[in-house]
Nanobody, 116 residues
């Protein structure tokens, strides 16, 4: 059974940094494009960043230049390095595959709270 376990969230001041790991017990991880998403209170889940199996990355405009997605296929891990955090980055962050047609069951996510 595929499991996605996010961690690394917390409370941080504006301008600070956090690194979010995602452990993906997914046999097909090596060939999957993986992504990070986030959901703020009262809002829909939104795309944050994606990374292909070969390492090509894409970002939402709101995080471009501040966030970096990476992966370690040996360790079955996906990471999101978040720098220059803003209060509007406050949300629960999730990892999953990049395409809705291949989404696995969502994990619990990890709460990121940025204070002003």
């Amino acid at each position: 059974q595929v499991q996605l376990v996010e961690s690394g969230g917390g409370l941080v001041q504006a301008g600070g940094s956090l690194r979010l790991p995602c452990a993906a017990s997914m046999p097909s991880l090596l060939i999957e494009t993986m992504a990070w998403y986030r959901q703020a209170p009262g809002k829909q889940r939104e795309f944050v960043a994606r990374i292909t199996s070969s390492g090509t990355t894409n970002y939402a405009d709101s995080v471009k230049g501040r966030f970096t997605i990476s992966r370690d296929n040996v360790k079955n891990m996906v990471y999101l390095q978040m720098n220059s955090l803003k209060p509007e980055d406050t949300a629960v962050y999730y990892c999953n595959t990049a395409s809705p047609s291949t989404w696995r069951s969502w994990g619990q996510g990890t709460q990121v709270t940025v204070s002003s």
